[in-house]
């Protein structure tokens, strides 16, 4: 070889690393090296670019972020959690959220002011300003604790940090997306897969300066908390930050009615590739604040809002192979391997079958041509085969009838539907790897243990590995051994370490939600908690002798059904379960349940609801119990200390039997001089 092309291999060989850790970095937010490391690989490469010409000079040209960015930012709680948006993907899913908004708000309005706005995909970010002044800056993080990246968010020049202007709140927080506009993209693109990652990447830089490299523009769309709250509608509240300074966007729009709201949806999504940001959809928000105020939220979005996505991006392609997936309830779920497909800028090679039935009913077979959609950050899917081009000699599929354990898998009868599940689930627990494994993918989410540096990828391969077992395993790991594995370094193990630590002290509506018992999700696990209290009652699920009556306690609780009720029965039956429940709650610091409103109206009230309200729904009456401390429950018992009887159709039975308890009965004209009180 010519040192001319040793010089050459070695230098691509130094791009392609920086290139792994780039995306570790950057795509990943999982850096693998530190920063002096990082460094000195960019330094090595800079310095073969400049002694040798005839390098490409990849490095040079490409602009790259001159640092990885940090997990180190400090954490700071949020004033007000930053929820996520609840998808609609048709007229029928709006013409579905009008209608609930309604019915939750006992209204008959079909042409309620909707506010819209593009859904710009970007990264989320929350500024606080005191009297005027950009005092705090934080990122997402999980929903409740974000990051302090104030002196990033700084470096955008368009964000205000002072307000000159007379008569702004004294605390008012303004929430934003961050992003890259396309045009900035283009001459950066080389070191990232999409603007929305090299925003991420920007934004999460150690030293602002390196941020400032990068042309981060943002649009303000929303509020936190704000102290005196003196505007009445989100188009108002828009109208003036953008008076005071703040960039909004300029194609939102008011519109009453679902046919309104159809034909802006068409105009945004024509609009779409003129735009120089990304945008994945509409969003819609009620626009009285008063009626957003009354909405509230479920535990992971408002009931104000819903992101209206633009239709899926379809493509064709040929199905490889059909294999099976099971989820983390057993659920088999037939999966499509396709040849790799774009489907808007979107390389996919898997594609979702959803079920038995839906093999069954669309015929799909291995080796049919077909076309795939794939709608916003969902799972692709197989919408159609195309009949004309299938092989004569093909077969129908048949659907295995055993789980990749080797148990057999079943369909359950549902007691609510009166027929049999279209899905399949293998009867088999924590017994099956590929359960427990799903299980413990749960476990590390976001929702849950929200342990960062321990993904999917990880889990898989510590599983694999034998690492990992069940979920006391992650408290017990020998990080000595990790340290020997390729692609783990004293900064990611470092990271890694802290991570779990931090994880162990938990809430206990999180650890409920964390076990992963079936049909118990964030709001059910937080209705549960609320019963308990605290681990150890909780814990007495596990004794068998006390678990009978528990559960008939249960029972009781609005929102908690006899599916509940039933799944909590079958999961605690099963020694397995209990065991690996039991290993995990000596491995955590479980925090008692502090009811958020110890102060309100009920505070440790427990309230049943007969009868419909002439001002309010049962869901906006049993939202306003809650938010005031007091807990719901959805049968008379003893323990009940009022029962609140709306004046249309109350059942009688209920205020007889609560009157031979002595129950308070509380009337509609009571109750509405309680709230006002
Ligand atoms: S309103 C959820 N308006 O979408 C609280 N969000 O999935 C209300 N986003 O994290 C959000 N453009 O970062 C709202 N015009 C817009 C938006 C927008 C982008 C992002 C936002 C949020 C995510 C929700």
Same mark, same amino acid.
């Given at each position: 070889m010519t040192n001319k092309s040793i010089v050459t291999s070695e230098y =691509? %060989?130094?791009?392609?690393?920086?290139?792994?850790?780039?995306?570790?970095?950057?795509?990943? #937010?999982?850096?693998? &090296?530190?920063?002096? $490391?990082?460094?000195?690989? %960019?330094?090595?490469?800079?310095?073969?670019?400049?002694?040798h010409p005839y390098l490409k000079r990849i +490095?040079?040209?490409? /602009?790259?972020? *001159?640092?990885?960015?940090? /997990?180190? +930012?400090?954490?700071?709680k949020h004033l007000s959690p930053m929820l996520s948006l609840s998808n609609a993907f048709n007229k029928e899913d709006v013409e579905d959220f009008l209608k609930k908004t309604n019915n939750f708000l006992n209204l008959n309005e079909k042409n309620i002011e909707i506010f819209t706005e593009p859904k710009i995909d970007g990264i989320s970010a929350t500024l606080i300003y005191e009297k005027g002044v950009l005092v705090k800056g934080l990122s997402r993080g999980d929903g409740i604790t974000g990051e302090?990246?104030? !002196? /990033?968010?700084?470096?955008?020049? !368009?964000?205000?940090?002072? &307000? /000159?202007s007379s008569n702004i709140p004294n605390l008012l927080e303004i929430r934003c997306e961050i992003y890259i506009g396309k045009k900035d993209f283009f001459k950066i693109q080389d070191n990232f897969a999409n603007p929305r990652n090299a925003a991420g990447g920007s934004l999460r830089q150690k030293d602002p300066n390196e941020t400032a490299k990068i042309p981060l523009k943002y649009f303000a769309y929303g509020f936190g908390s704000v102290e005196p709250m003196n505007f009445k509608k989100q188009s108002e509240f828009l109208k003036k930050i953008s008076e005071w300074g703040f960039s909004t966007n300029s194609i939102s729009e008011l519109v009453k009615g679902v046919d309104e709201l159809e034909l802006q949806h068409k105009k945004i999504d024509s609009l779409r590739s003129s735009l120089d940001y990304d945008i994945d959809g509409l969003v819609l928000k009620i626009n009285d604040l008063n009626l957003q105020k009354r909405l509230g939220n479920t535990s992971n979005s408002p009931r104000w809002a819903v992101a209206y996505k633009f239709s899926a991006e379809k493509a064709f392609t040929k199905i490889k192979d059909i294999v099976i997936q099971v989820g983390r309830t057993g659920a088999i779920t037939p999966v499509a391997k396709v040849d790799p497909v774009n489907v808007g800028g979107v390389v996919v090679s898997n594609?979702?079958?959803?079920?038995e039935d839906e093999i069954q009913r669309k015929d799909i077979r291995i080796g049919d041509t077909i076309s795939i959609q794939r709608a916003g950050d969902v799972i692709p899917q197989v919408v159609s085969v195309d009949i004309s081009k299938r092989n004569k000699k093909s077969f129908k599929f048949i659907f295995p009838t055993k789980c990749l354990c080797g148990a057999l898998t079943k369909k359950e009868y549902s007691k609510t539907t009166k027929k049999l599940d279209s899905v399949r689930r293998c009867i088999k627990g924590f017994e099956c790897k590929y359960i427990a494994k799903e299980r413990l993918k749960h476990i590390v989410s976001k929702e849950a243990l929200n342990i960062d540096g321990l993904g999917k990828k990880v889990i $898989?391969?510590?599983?694999n590995m034998k690492i990992i077992s069940e979920p006391a395993d992650i408290f017990k790991l020998n990080y000595n051994d990790i340290k020997k594995l390729d692609g783990w370094g004293e900064l990611s193990i470092k990271n890694l370490q802290k991570a779990i630590n931090n994880a162990k002290k938990i809430n206990l509506s999180k650890f409920i939600f964390s076990i992963g018992v079936r049909h118990i999700g964030q709001e059910n696990a937080k209705i549960l908690a609320g019963f308990f209290l605290s681990i150890k009652n909780f814990n007495n699920l596990l004794k068998k002798e006390k678990r009978k009556e528990l559960l008939e306690s249960l029972s009781e609780l609005d929102g908690i059904g006899e599916t509940q009720v039933q799944s909590i029965e079958?999961?605690?039956?099963? !020694? &397995?379960?209990?065991?690996?429940t039991q290993n995990l709650i000596n491995q955590l610091e479980i925090q008692n349940y502090v009811s958020q409103n110890k102060d309100g109206k009920f505070s440790n009230k427990k309230l049943m609801f007969t009868g419909g309200f002439n001002n309010m729904s049962r869901s906006e009456a049993k939202s306003i119990a809650e938010r005031n401390g007091g807990k719901v429950l959805g049968s008379i018992s003893k323990k009940l200390d009022y029962l609140i009887? *709306? #004046?249309? =159709?109350?059942?009688?039975?209920?205020?007889d039997q609560a009157k031979s308890l002595k129950i308070k009965i509380v009337t509609e004209k009571d109750w509405n001089k309680i709230l006002n009180s």
């Amino acid at each position: 070889m010519t040192n001319k092309s040793i010089v050459t291999s070695e230098y =691509k %060989k130094k791009i392609k690393i920086l290139k792994k850790h780039n995306t570790s970095y950057f795509s990943d #937010d999982n850096p693998k &090296i530190t920063d002096a $490391e990082y460094d000195k690989l %960019k330094l090595e490469i800079s310095y073969l670019e400049a002694k040798h010409p005839y390098l490409k000079r990849i +490095f040079q040209k490409s /602009n790259v972020v *001159g640092a990885p960015p940090s /997990n180190q +930012f400090k954490k700071i709680k949020h004033l007000s959690p930053m929820l996520s948006l609840s998808n609609a993907f048709n007229k029928e899913d709006v013409e579905d959220f009008l209608k609930k908004t309604n019915n939750f708000l006992n209204l008959n309005e079909k042409n309620i002011e909707i506010f819209t706005e593009p859904k710009i995909d970007g990264i989320s970010a929350t500024l606080i300003y005191e009297k005027g002044v950009l005092v705090k800056g934080l990122s997402r993080g999980d929903g409740i604790t974000g990051e302090d990246i104030l !002196e /990033n968010l700084k470096t955008i020049k !368009e964000i205000p940090k002072k &307000i /000159n202007s007379s008569n702004i709140p004294n605390l008012l927080e303004i929430r934003c997306e961050i992003y890259i506009g396309k045009k900035d993209f283009f001459k950066i693109q080389d070191n990232f897969a999409n603007p929305r990652n090299a925003a991420g990447g920007s934004l999460r830089q150690k030293d602002p300066n390196e941020t400032a490299k990068i042309p981060l523009k943002y649009f303000a769309y929303g509020f936190g908390s704000v102290e005196p709250m003196n505007f009445k509608k989100q188009s108002e509240f828009l109208k003036k930050i953008s008076e005071w300074g703040f960039s909004t966007n300029s194609i939102s729009e008011l519109v009453k009615g679902v046919d309104e709201l159809e034909l802006q949806h068409k105009k945004i999504d024509s609009l779409r590739s003129s735009l120089d940001y990304d945008i994945d959809g509409l969003v819609l928000k009620i626009n009285d604040l008063n009626l957003q105020k009354r909405l509230g939220n479920t535990s992971n979005s408002p009931r104000w809002a819903v992101a209206y996505k633009f239709s899926a991006e379809k493509a064709f392609t040929k199905i490889k192979d059909i294999v099976i997936q099971v989820g983390r309830t057993g659920a088999i779920t037939p999966v499509a391997k396709v040849d790799p497909v774009n489907v808007g800028g979107v390389v996919v090679s898997n594609a979702t079958l959803h079920n038995e039935d839906e093999i069954q009913r669309k015929d799909i077979r291995i080796g049919d041509t077909i076309s795939i959609q794939r709608a916003g950050d969902v799972i692709p899917q197989v919408v159609s085969v195309d009949i004309s081009k299938r092989n004569k000699k093909s077969f129908k599929f048949i659907f295995p009838t055993k789980c990749l354990c080797g148990a057999l898998t079943k369909k359950e009868y549902s007691k609510t539907t009166k027929k049999l599940d279209s899905v399949r689930r293998c009867i088999k627990g924590f017994e099956c790897k590929y359960i427990a494994k799903e299980r413990l993918k749960h476990i590390v989410s976001k929702e849950a243990l929200n342990i960062d540096g321990l993904g999917k990828k990880v889990i $898989e391969k510590f599983w694999n590995m034998k690492i990992i077992s069940e979920p006391a395993d992650i408290f017990k790991l020998n990080y000595n051994d990790i340290k020997k594995l390729d692609g783990w370094g004293e900064l990611s193990i470092k990271n890694l370490q802290k991570a779990i630590n931090n994880a162990k002290k938990i809430n206990l509506s999180k650890f409920i939600f964390s076990i992963g018992v079936r049909h118990i999700g964030q709001e059910n696990a937080k209705i549960l908690a609320g019963f308990f209290l605290s681990i150890k009652n909780f814990n007495n699920l596990l004794k068998k002798e006390k678990r009978k009556e528990l559960l008939e306690s249960l029972s009781e609780l609005d929102g908690i059904g006899e599916t509940q009720v039933q799944s909590i029965e079958s999961f605690f039956s099963k !020694e &397995i379960n209990k065991k690996i429940t039991q290993n995990l709650i000596n491995q955590l610091e479980i925090q008692n349940y502090v009811s958020q409103n110890k102060d309100g109206k009920f505070s440790n009230k427990k309230l049943m609801f007969t009868g419909g309200f002439n001002n309010m729904s049962r869901s906006e009456a049993k939202s306003i119990a809650e938010r005031n401390g007091g807990k719901v429950l959805g049968s008379i018992s003893k323990k009940l200390d009022y029962l609140i009887v *709306g #004046d249309s =159709k109350p059942t009688k039975r209920k205020i007889d039997q609560a009157k031979s308890l002595k129950i308070k009965i509380v009337t509609e004209k009571d109750w509405n001089k309680i709230l006002n009180s």
